[in-house]
C-alpha cells in the first residue's frame, strides 16, 4: 500500500478529547459523547469527521507500551472558532506534509497501523513528525463494518540526509 504524499495548510477543528491509553481506550465513549451534539458546531466546513491523536513527544509506534496516555478527539473542521459549545474544545492542526493511506476495512483491526509503522515508515524516505495523527471519517465510512472506508492521516518529514 503505498500513501499519497500531501502538504496541507492548517485545520481548525471544534470537538471533545479524552485522554486515554491503549489499554484503556475509551474511544467508543468519546464517540457517544460527541456525535449527538456535533449539530451544535457552526462553521462546519464538510460532513468528514475526525478522530485525531496526540502523541506526546517521543511516542514509541512500535506500541510495546500500551499503557503510554494520549488526547483522542473527536471532532469536526470549521472555518473559524467564533462559536464553540459549552464542553468542546477548538484546536488548530498545523500545516506539514502528511502520508495519506486509504483504508478499507473494519477500524479496530491494526494491522495497518503495524504496515504503516513497520514496513512503509523505515523504508520510506521520511520520519514522523510531531504532529496530531488523524484519521478522516468520510461518507463511506461505516463503524464495525468490513467494507468502511477512510483516511489515515500520518504527520511526516523527510528523513536528514547526511553527506
Known sequence: MIPRIEAVSQKKLVGKKLVMTFANNETIKLWQSFMPRRKEIKNVLMTDLFSMQIYPQAFDFTFSDLNIEFEKWAAVE??????????MEAYIITGGLYAVFHYKGVSTDTKIFEYIYGVWLPASDYLIDDRPHFEILGEKYRNSDPNSEEEIWIPIKPKQKYI
Do not use: A, G, L
Request: charged content about 30%.
Open 78 to 87: 470549521v472555518s473559524d472558532f467564533d462559536i464553540v459549545p459549552s464542553d
